[in-house]
């Protein structure tokens, strides 16, 4: 790299597709700088994934508690405002702590909201004029707002996890992950929930026969599910809010979640100035994760491509972004399997292909009814079910869980679709038993 600018690579945006590489590419002795705009760290630490599963510890507790009320002596309840005061307390010290890991490794941080000049230079706040040799784009999503009268009476994810107290009853308009997750924790805790659907379909990304599951289960919870709800318009009422929908119907509610997508952030960020392609599903790369603009990259949320906005992808994006630039590598990315998860109670969690795909290929898939398995009969889970896609030579190639442990069984079973195991390497592996990992492995 070369002297002429002030750093060799500047990301904009400090999340986890700027940090998990910009540390160890300052290392290799790039001088890298990171502006941002917010908390170092971005949506994952401090109002996403860490955040989010904080405020869902206690509500697993709970279904698992209440499942076993014969043997345990009472039945515990959600204290909602020490559990959001627990969140902050264990997400406050992320920032300072991944500062000191983007500053120990040598990058300079800069705070402020960066503009492009041209496709060297930002300028931070209008003031600070930074040049650089490489700039990657990682500036995530940020929430989508109805454009609807009265769209700013509602509010947005971060609201609902920096809420002091829990309002009585709860609108969510959406029924994506966000909505699913936050109706689940919403509802463990008390709140009368509304969830409001574009269409007919929840969670449109998972299988749907399992969706159906969660859904249902929500319901007899006392979650009401509106489908197609057409939402027209929100309304202050006292000190309440109206939710207009259907033909003429009106919900009166104490609060309303815009649960409706997350759209790319690129406000001020002067990409036509520069002519960085990019649209409404976000800015565009090759398999470089190379815009249009040569010295300009972009990685994690911000992409518009097919893969999950997850943290992992935006990790790995960011990993192989530090090995380019520092000359390990110069071959295209080459993603793995990508898994995902809604941490509804129970999950759903999938990775590799999926199930109507598979049906579509004539593949075979296999059923696993876990719940009566006796592993998940030892905290007497009612809904927990597998199914398995291998393909002709009999690998595993997908796997699709319901439980409350999903996560952990896909993550077990990761190796044997990424590298293709066939039966004998998974017969070798002696794993830690009696685990959800070990009884998910069994089936692989
Ligand atoms: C409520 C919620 C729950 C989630 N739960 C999960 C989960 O359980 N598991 C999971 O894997 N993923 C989850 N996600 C998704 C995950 O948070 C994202 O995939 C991940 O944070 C993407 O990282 P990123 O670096 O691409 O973007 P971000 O983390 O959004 O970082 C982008 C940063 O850029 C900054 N920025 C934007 N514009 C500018 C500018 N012009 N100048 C300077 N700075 C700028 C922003 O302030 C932000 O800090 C969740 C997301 C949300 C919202
Ligand atoms: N567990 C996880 O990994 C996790 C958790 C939360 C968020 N995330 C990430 O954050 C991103 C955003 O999540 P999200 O839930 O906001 O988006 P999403 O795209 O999953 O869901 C948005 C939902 O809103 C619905 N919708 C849109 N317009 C509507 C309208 N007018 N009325 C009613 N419904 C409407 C859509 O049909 C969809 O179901 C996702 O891409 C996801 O990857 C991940």
Redesign the pocket.
């Known amino acids: 790299m070369t002297n002429k600018y002030d750093y060799d690579v500047l990301y ?7 940090f998990d590489g910009a540390a160890p590419l300052a290392k290799t002795g790039v001088r890298v700088g990171v ?5 170092i ?4 630490p401090n ?3 860490n955040a ?2 904080t405020l869902d510890e206690p509500v697993k507790l709970t279904r698992e508690a209440a499942r076993l009320n014969d043997i345990l002596s009472s039945a515990p309840t959600i204290n909602w405002t020490a559990n959001v005061a627990h969140k902050q307390e264990i997400i406050d010290p992320l920032p300072a702590g991944l500062t000191a890991r983007l500053e120990d490794g040598g990058a300079t941080i800069i705070h ?4 492009f000049k041209d496709a060297h230079t930002v300028v931070v706040d209008d003031q600070q004029t930074i040049t650089a040799e490489k700039i990657v784009i ?4 940020k929430p989508h707002r109805l454009d609807i009268p009265g769209t700013k009476l509602a509010h947005n ?1 971060s609201d609902f996890m920096n809420l002091k107290r829990l309002p009585q009853s709860i609108v969510i308009i959406g029924a994506g ?2 909505g699913m ?1 936050f109706a689940t924790i919403a509802n463990a805790a008390g709140a009368q929930v509304t969830v409001m659907l574009h269409g007919d379909q929840a969670l449109r990304d998972f299988y749907q026969p399992f969706v159906a599951q969660v859904v249902d289960d929500l319901t007899e919870r006392g979650v009401t599910f509106i489908k197609n709800a057409n939402v027209q318009a929100f309304t202050k009422q006292d000190d309440q809010f109206q939710v207009s929908y259907g033909d003429h119907q009106q919900l009166t509610t104490d609060w309303i979640l815009d649960a409706t997508g ?1 759209i790319p ?1 690129l ?3 002067g990409l036509d100035r520069i002519g960085v392609k990019y649209d409404r599903h976000g800015v565009y790369v090759n398999d470089h994760l190379q815009t249009n603009v040569p010295n300009i990259y972009a ?4 992409l518009a491509n097919d893969l999950p ?6 990790y790995f994006e960011s990993k192989y972004l530090m090995r380019l630039f520092s000359g390990q590598t110069s071959a295209p990315i080459d993603y793995p399997v990508i898994p995902s ?1 809604v ?1 509804t109670s129970p999950r759903i969690a999938q990775a590799g292909m999926k199930i109507p795909a598979a049906e579509k290929a004539g593949l075979t898939v296999s059923d696993n009814d876990l719940a009566d398995y006796w592993y998940y009969q030892v905290s007497k889970e009612p809904i927990a079910a597998s199914k398995q896609v291998h393909d002709q030579d009999g690998h595993l190639v997908g796997v699709t869980e319901i439980s409350d442990q999903a996560e952990d069984a896909v993550n077990a079973l990761l190796p044997a679709i990424e590298y293709q195991l066939d039966r004998e390497q998974i017969d070798r592996l002696i794993g830690i038993f009696p685990t959800i990992g070990y009884a998910a492995w069994h089936r692989a």
């Not at 904009?12 to 700027?18: L, N, R, V, Y």
């Not at 760290?41 to 994952?44: A, E, I, S, V």
Request: contains cysteine.
């Open positions: 904009i945006g400090a999340g986890h597709a700027t502006i941002e705009s917010g908390l760290g971005g949506t994952c109002r996403g994934c989010k599963i402020g909201h960066a503009t990682a500036t995530g999503l994810s992950y966000i997750e997350r952030n406000d001020g960020l990685a994690g949320d911000v906005k997850v943290t992992p992808a935006a998860v941490f």
